[in-house]
């Protein structure tokens, strides 16, 4: 079968650059869904983007469709056929539709019945038939929250579309997409080369934009060629460049041939918390900041453009203009700032809500400073530092800094705390108390700073679930479920020893005049737990490992982490599954049992299997009960395993409702013994 190279583009006004990524991948994954849905072989598949297109190419993609044999079910025998055997008409009408006579009708038996049924080949049809729909239906797929329609057509896009190119090959595809006929002229850069650019054919698509239109429509090279011209500008100056992946990506989706050049700004700036300006270069201007050796801000940056002028000095020096007056409005609201200290700023947070139900930020501040001190003491850190930096965390709030650049809290809070001479525990608390900000982000590891952060992340669950506001599907305003798997990230990582359910209950004291729900505690460590789950099912945990710890309720996540790695190395060993197997069933007995008592009668051992269980108990509990003391889960269960030879005896030659009660009890006794010893870390029941 003959195949051709494919090029689909659709050009339009400039996308939104936070968007292009997402809308170039979903549309590649939409068409080679239907490309596979429609039986259309092809060798592999690529997009590109640009501020103005979106455009797929398929290599060696089949001309035709293969021709397949399809099966089409008709009415049952009996619906099919009259009293006399004569087809009826529904089954005329059904052979003739599928051009067949009844006797060429095959017969399909089912469990349901007979039915008429024929084989018959559906031709392939031609690629480019299918072609126009399959782009039109991707287009539709895209996820773009608001569309808009333009000028008088009634059509509906993210953004005006103006050229449509289908080509197959060097053979253009007639149709129209959006209200624009397929074409081969499409347009090139705004301002460099060829405004118009007539395509000869899909293979030639790359080059020709890129020769004749000035566009390098692959958007990796783009971003490759970014990262080089920036890294080259700030090796030019000693320095290292802030390559953030979100502002390359973002700056990759708004040049459609990336110059990237140096300007500067006027080193009085550079007084001002680096964090403030780069927050205005990149945020406001995507900018890139450059740093020395030590990481303080250089008073230079890169910038992109998307023209390349031979006297670039009117460019340079325009880009410099423009970043000035964000730069003064940072010197100047710093400047304010300082005028104060950072804690005079704290009443002020009396007039800001929170929530409404919960009150000020005052309030909650007041809240997290009581909860913080409790943390400190309860991990043995200092408890008048983290009650100072739980005070002053919020106090940049109402700063002019962070009012006018809310991605400076904390940072700027930071800063203040030590300018004023706060201790350097203090001042990074602050900072700290929002971390882990994303996925991976680091999290604080001293004492005074993990104990805010923590008072932050559960004075903010405890509130916010005790008004029952609780996440619903992928709201989540309040960033509860970030909070939890903070909190879980920066105790388990920590290894820090601490009854999270106290600290829990404590926080609901501290809240309880605000409080609706009567059971807010339980609420939040069952959405603790939960998150628990996730946070080990990424690591590869199966949920089998959590369920099982989670059956004992341990208090200490630290303990539970040890109890569920424990678990998971006892589930490898050849024991495991007889001994899991045993305890399940010594939980079915025990359900039942009316006595469930512990004490055993030597006296009443009658088989030799029940004595050797109970000779094997009292060897293996003493050793286990060390291990589980000294909170060797991994040793304890290993040991355990040591009994499963005593207790497959047991079980196979134990009557343990024996007739004379006495005996059965004792007996009852020696399960409840194993039980109480195996469930000590876990129920290994559910493992299997």
Sequence with gaps: MTAKNLLLELGTEELPPKSLLTLAQSLHDSFVKQLNDQGLSFVSSKWYATPRRLALFIESLDEVQKDREIEIKGPAVKAAFDADGNPTKAALGWASANGITIDQAERLSTPKGEWLYVKTVKKGNTTVSLVPDMFRTALKSLPIPR????????????????????????????????????????????????????????????????????????????????IKQVTDIANSVNGVADLDDDLVNEVTSIVEEPHIFKATFEERFLKVPAEALVYTMKGDQKYFPIYDKDKKLLPAFAFASNINPADTTSLISGNERVVRPRLSDAEFFFNTDRKQSLESFFSRLETIVYQKDIGTIAYRS?????????????????????????HLAK????????????????????????????????????????????????????????????AEKIITLVGIFGINMLPKGDKDPFGLRRAAIGLLRIILENSISINFVDVIEKACEILKD?????????????????????????????????????????????????????????????????????????????????????????????????????????EVTPKVNALYDSGDYNKALATLSELKVSVDNFFDKVMVNADDLAIKNNRIAIL??????????????VLY
């Excluded at 043995?380 to 100072?388: M, P």
């Design 147 to 226: 569309l808009m329609h333009w000028g008088d057509k009634k059509e509906e896009f993210v953004r005006p579309v103006h050229t449509l190119c289908m080509l197959f090959g060097s053979d253009l595809i007639e149709g129209s997409i959006l209200g624009v006929n397929s074409s081969k002229t499409i347009n090139g850069h705004r301002f460099l080369g060829k405004q118009q650019v007539t395509i000869n054919s899909a293979d030639t698509y790359v080059e020709q934009l890129r020769n004749e239109g000035a566009v390098v429509a692959d958007y990796q090279e783009r971003k490759a060629s970014i």
């Design 366 to 390: 007041n809240c997290v400073e009581e909860l913080a001190r409790y943390i400190a003491k309860a991990i043995g850190a200092d408890e008048s530092k983290a009650a100072r930096a739980a």
């Design 395 to 454: 106090c940049d709030l109402a700063s002019t800094m962070v009012t006018e650049f809310t991605d400076t809290q904390g940072v700027m809070g930071m800063h203040y705390a030590e300018l004023d001479g706060e201790d350097k525990d203090v001042s990074d608390a602050i900072f700290e108390q929002y971390w882990p900000r994303f996925s991976g982000d680091a999290i604080p590891t001293k004492g005074v700073q993990i104990s805010l952060s923590l």
């Design 514 to 618: 605000k409080l609706k729900l009567a059971d807010t505690k339980d609420q939040v460590v069952s959405f603790i737990y939960n998150r628990l789950k996730a946070y080990y099912q990424d690591q590869g945990i199966e949920a089998s490992l959590f369920l099982a710890v989670l059956s004992t309720a341990p208090q200490d996540l630290v303990d539970f982490d040890k109890r569920v790695k424990a678990v998971k190395s006892f589930k490898a060993l050849p024991e495991a599954e007889n001994l899991a197997s045993a305890y399940k069933r010594v939980n079915n007995i025990l359900s039942k049992a009316e006595s469930k008592d512990s004490t055993i009668n030597a006296s009443l051992l009658q088989e030799d299997a029940e004595k050797a269980l109970v000779a094997a108990l009292n």
């Design 672 to 685: 409840v013994n194993l039980h109480d010893l195996i469930g000590k870390t876990a129920d290994i029941s």
